[in-house]
């Protein structure tokens, strides 16, 4: 089954932007993948869905700041104009025909 | 508007037993795959169950196979997870989901305490 890798920590500072990366492991690099964020304290939520090609689809009122692109087994989230309310901890998913598995998640943190 | 309302968490001793139920509404129930997924305290999150909108087939994550099972009562528009000898590493949130290929939509949360 695929194996989602994500860096522990991100930070960057207010109005800037980030990219976050999620990295599928070896022979998976075609699959897709979803975002989603969990503010402190609070349930996750659906941020997007990434394809390969890079090709993206949000959620319902996900803002425009929020995007996805895709570069071989890498899949990242890219949040521009940074807001403190992003500040979160987001996660990345991937599914197989009897499982799902999730990325270790990344801690933003807006400086 | 898509709900999702877990109910049934608690605390309850090792080797006991526990029942959540997940009400849905806002979307047509039984066109939809369900999953169950927790986190333990400041842990990330880990999938611990799907099933198939018909409730014909079911899948589990090793560390609940053969403890946990998932059920849906489409009538009801109700995710069901019994779990069974429940241990330590069990106690989590346990999420509601409601699956169009990924998690589309999430539930707040059950916490699950197992503890003497």
């Known amino acids: 089954q695929p194996v989602l890798t994500q860096s522990s920590s991100a930070s960057a500072s207010l109005g800037s932007s980030v990219k976050l990366t999620c990295t599928l492991s070896s022979g998976h690099s075609s699959y897709i993948i979803a975002w989603h964020q969990q503010p402190p304290g609070k349930a996750p939520r659906y941020l997007m869905k990434l394809e390969d090609s890079g090709s993206y689809n949000k959620g319902s009122g996900v803002p425009d700041r929020f995007s996805g692109s895709s570069s071989g087994a890498d899949r990242y989230l890219t949040i521009s104009n940074l807001q403190s309310e992003d500040e979160a901890d987001y996660y990345c998913?991937?599914?197989?025909?009897?499982?799902?598995?999730f990325g270790g998640g990344t801690k933003l943190t807006v400086l | 508007e898509v709900q999702l309302v877990e109910s049934g968490g608690g605390l309850v001793q090792p080797g006991g037993s526990l029942r959540l139920s997940c009400t849905a509404s806002?979307?047509?129930?039984?066109?939809?795959?369900m999953s169950w997924v927790r986190q333990a305290p400041g842990k990330g999150l880990e999938w611990v169950s799907g099933?198939?909108?018909?409730?014909?087939?079911?899948y589990y994550a090793d560390s609940v196979k053969g403890r946990f099972t998932i059920s849906r009562d489409n009538s009801k528009n109700t995710l069901y997870l019994q779990m069974n000898s429940l241990r330590a590493e069990d106690t989590a949130e346990y999420y509601c989901?409601?699956?169009?290929?990924?998690?589309?939509?999430w539930g707040q949360g059950s916490l699950v305490t197992v503890s003497s």
């Open positions: 998913e991937t599914w197989d025909s009897k499982t799902r598995v």
């Open positions: 806002g979307f047509t129930f039984s066109s939809y795959a």
């Open positions: 099933i198939s909108g018909s409730g014909g087939s079911t």
């Open positions: 989901a409601k699956v169009e290929s990924c998690v589309v939509y």
